[in-house]
């Protein structure tokens, strides 16, 4: 199993700089070939610009990295290779909202996209829409990605203040708890009703998880499981 380790922090520095990827650059060839095949396999995915990032060092509740540009192809074929640049990391926002009765609401991805029936809380990779001002804005990727999967805005729920920052192997997931004013069957319902109008959402089908009070390093062993076995492939 995976080593876990979980930050708690209130400060991101997350600088972006025009770095130059090796692995991008000298297994091209290759890359573009495994992108091909599984272009084959789910045809909507699209190789768009994404951000990596290096660096992270955690220090008094302050995490800081470097992030740079690449293209989705290195990213995916860096994931489905196992992770061959150790120096590099997937580090995202995760928005882990939270329904008014304790409920945490996850997402399950929809059979077109590039992780197909895996459940998570809303998130993606960082791309350019989330840089502001030379540094990689992890706030303004929750939200937008939040948005886009369930349709729910910054007014739907309120951010606490503090990042649960999930290290497992070559990810970096940066959770915020999200709370919403409406029990978990309301947002569900909220939710779906968005995805029901919507001609290609990116989710299929609206989960909720109880039982879990808190993202601590304490939580409950079997959510520990769950964040170790979805985080990775993020």
């Given at each position: ?11 991101l520095d997350l600088a972006v700089r025009p770095i130059v990827w090796p692995f991008a ?178 989710l299929s089908t609206i989960h909720l998880v109880r039982g879990v009070s808190d993202l ?19």
């Amino acid at each position: 199993m995976t080593s876990l380790t979980i930050h708690r922090v209130t400060t991101l520095d997350l600088a972006v700089r025009p770095i130059v990827w090796p692995f991008a650059e000298e297994r091209r060839a290759e890359i573009e070939a495994h992108f091909a095949e599984k272009q084959r396999e789910r045809p909507k995915i699209w190789n768009g610009r994404v951000l990596l990032g290096c660096d992270a060092v955690f220090t008094d509740g302050h995490l800081a990295a470097t992030y740079f540009e690449t293209d989705f192809a290195s990213f995916l074929a860096w994931r489905d290779w196992g992770f061959p640049d150790k120096a590099v990391f997937n580090g995202f926002g995760m928005g882990a909202l939270r329904a008014s009765d304790g409920a945490f609401v996850m997402g399950e991805m929809a059979a077109h996209t590039a992780n197909a029936g895996r459940i998570y809380f809303p998130s993606g990779t960082p791309d350019l829409d989330d840089v502001r001002d030379g540094a990689l804005d992890i706030p303004g990727s929750v939200a937008r990605e939040l948005g886009e999967e369930t349709g729910l805005t910054e007014a739907d729920y309120r951010a606490e203040p503090d990042w649960h920052c999930v290290v497992t192997g070559p990810s970096i997931a940066m959770m915020q708890v999200l709370n919403m004013n409406v029990p978990g069957e309301v947002a569900r319902a909220r939710i779906e009703a968005n995805l029901a109008r919507e001609v290609e959402p990116e989710l299929s089908t609206i989960h909720l998880v109880r039982g879990v009070s808190d993202l601590t390093p304490s939580m409950p062993r079997f959510v520990t499981a769950f964040v170790e076995q979805q985080f990775a492939s993020r």
